[in-house]
Each structure stands twice: as C-alpha cells, then as structure tokens.
C-alpha cells in the first residue's frame, strides 16, 4: 500500500490504514480543464479559416486572391465576435497565423506553402516537448500547474512525474504525426489534401491528447492530496 502512494521526503512514513474516502479524492476543477479545451476550439477554429478558403480559392482564382480570402474570412470572424461581444484574442491569434503564412506563400506563388509555417511549428513543438521529458520538466505538467497556480510539488512524486511524462509524450506524437503528413504531402505539392488532413487530423488526436491530460493531473493530484493529508513532507 505504501508503494503504491509514495510521500517523499517524510521524516517517517507510515503505511496507511485504509484508502482515502473517495470525498477526499479531488476532481479536475473546471478551471484546470477550460485553459486547454479552449485552446483546442481556439486551434480548430484557426485550422479551418485557414485551410478551406485558400484552397478553394485558389482552385478558382490563384494563390493572392486566396490569400486574400483567407485573409477575410479571418477578419470577419474577429468582426462576429467582437460584435457578440466574445474574446477577441483567438480570432486575432487566428489572424497573425493566417496573415504569416499567406505571406510566405505570397512570396513564393505556391498554395502549399501557405501551410509551411505550421509544419515547422509541428516539428519545434514535437522538440521541445521530447525535450522537457528528457530534462525532467515535462512541459505538459510545467504549463498546466503554472495555469492553476500551484507549486512544484508535482515534480518531487516519481509518479506525478511519470503521469506528466506519459501526457507530455502523447502531446508530442501529435505533433510528430501531423508533421509528419503534412510534410510528405507538402513534398508532394499536395496543397487540397494538406487542407483537408490539417482537419481531419485535429479533434480525434487533440481529443486523445486532451483525456490523456486530464488523466495525468487528476492522477497527479490525487496522490498529492493524499500525501499532504496522510503524510506531511510532499508539498
């Protein structure tokens, strides 16, 4: 019992009596949940203005003129919300994105470039997460208690660690596999199905992403819930 709920650093640990009632046992509050449901809604909002209009536009009039388009939509879309009084900062998040990209691809005259900011943008991430895990820091366990406020305390339990460890590397095989596709059709001058795999490949695996998250810091504050109230020395 006492291996399977390790409190470091207690001057003396003693085994448990009996689970904790499953009152004592906390829920993933709302407030550390909704930071990275919105960032996937915001992410897939993103995706769509900025893959279908260029792509169809371009079919019809060229690659400027679906820049422009693009470019359109997405302030159009910061028009709706500003007009129903929602947060405006995703759409202009979505804006810059889309504004960046058509600027690459203006440069060059070809549609598929348009996507080769987020295919960098894929492989950087994928990086950089492979290389929290590697540092001890995984990145997923960094940003969401830095969201919630709360402490390192997570990264002296071996278990929280390796719960991180697990979402952090789940977040960045999504990455690597939409680097992945997105680069061997960008190889291919496969613009329209760049368009639609950046889509289709957005809820199912942030969806995976997102419950394997919500795994690690449910399980993450269970067992430091339990440590601070059955032994004191882990927080």
Known sequence: MAARWPCRHSASPQPPAAEPPPSSTPSTPPACRSPAERSTRRSSARNRLAGRPIV?????????????????????????????????????????????????????????????????????????????????????????????????????????????DVATAVVAAVFAARFAVQQWLYVHNEAGWMAVAKIAMNYPLWAVALLVVVWAARRSDTRLAYCRDGHAGVA
Do not use: K
């Open 56 to 164: 169809l536009a371009n079919g019809l009039w060229g690659v400027r003129p679906a820049i422009a388009t693009a470019l359109g939509v997405a302030v159009l879309v910061a028009v709706v919300r500003l007009a129903r009084r929602q947060p405006i900062r995703p759409a202009i998040g979505g804006f810059v994105g889309v504004a960046v990209s058509g600027f690459i691809a203006s440069r060059t005259g070809e549609a598929r470039d348009f996507f080769l900011a987020d295919i960098w943008l894929y492989l950087t991430a994928c990086i950089a997460l492979t290389a929290s895990i590697l540092l001890r820091r995984p990145l997923v366990g960094v940003v969401w208690n830095a969201l919630r406020g709360v402490g390192g305390a997570w990264r002296r339990d071996p278990g929280s660690r390796r719960a991180y």
